[in-house]
């Protein structure tokens, strides 16, 4: 039980590159998310998935697009990837929205240059 | 847009101390979480509070949600060094608000 995957654990693009970042779970969990963390910001939810077959916009989009491939996979792609879009990302799911407990994976540190 | 401010930001203390960490807004929650990140790792869930005025102990660790469900603290006694961390309080809304708000955080370093 591997809990929340995210892929790659490490990543650096130059500005305009494009990239998708994967993240899966097998805790059968309906909703998935998509957050960044910037030193002194906090975590700042991107995009967010409540059940299979929706998305919706979170406190900072901009710049991304989701895909909920399926109950277990929820993407993150970055069309042109900027320098402010350097940070870590972290993908989390929960059996369903709000007062759950959100369960995340280790994380993605992209650098954009 | 609810908000969460979480005080102090940053906390360097000795083994053996205690400390509170604060979490307050200005809007009502439905429910508040506790969080701690470990460097290098995703946070990872220590309590929620749900009812207002409730307190929940997890060893040394007692959690409280205030009545008016705005506001909650984290009171750590006798810190260790496996403490350090960062610990993020998390509020969810009512109705149809399906995400969690979080604070930015206390960065704690207990030092032995």
């Known amino acids: 039980n591997a809990g929340v995957t995210q892929t790659p654990k490490f990543q650096v693009l130059k500005t305009g590159q494009s990239m998708t970042l994967q993240c899966a779970q097998d805790?059968?969990?309906?909703?998935m998310y998509w957050y960044r963390q910037d030193p002194g910001m906090g975590l700042r939810l991107i995009y967010y998935s409540a059940s299979e077959g929706t998305t919706d916009k979170g406190e900072v989009p901009n710049g991304y697009n989701v895909s909920r491939l399926n109950k277990r996979e929820f993407s993150l792609r970055l069309e042109s990837a900027a320098p402010s879009q350097t940070s870590v990302y972290f993908c989390?799911?929960?059996?369903?929205?709000?007062?759950?407990?959100?369960?995340f994976g280790p994380g993605t540190r992209l650098t954009v240059t | 847009t609810q908000l969460l401010e979480q005080s102090p930001q940053f906390l360097s203390i000795q083994e053996g101390e205690n400390l509170t960490v604060y979490c307050n807004s200005s809007s009502v929650f439905s429910s508040l979480q506790w969080y701690r990140q470990e460097p290098g790792e995703g946070p990872v869930l220590l309590v929620t509070?749900?009812?207002?005025?409730e307190v929940k102990k997890l060893k040394r660790l007692t959690f409280q949600f205030g009545d008016a469900r705005k506001d909650s603290s984290l009171h750590i006694t006798a810190a260790q060094p496996g403490d350090t961390g960062l610990y993020l309080c998390a509020g969810a809304g009512g109705g149809s608000n399906y995400k969690l708000t979080f604070g930015k955080g206390t960065l704690l370093t207990v030092n032995p």
């Open positions: 509070v749900v009812t207002g005025g």
């Open positions: 805790m059968n969990h309906n909703s």
């Open positions: 989390a799911s929960s059996r369903g929205s709000g007062v759950y407990e959100q369960y």
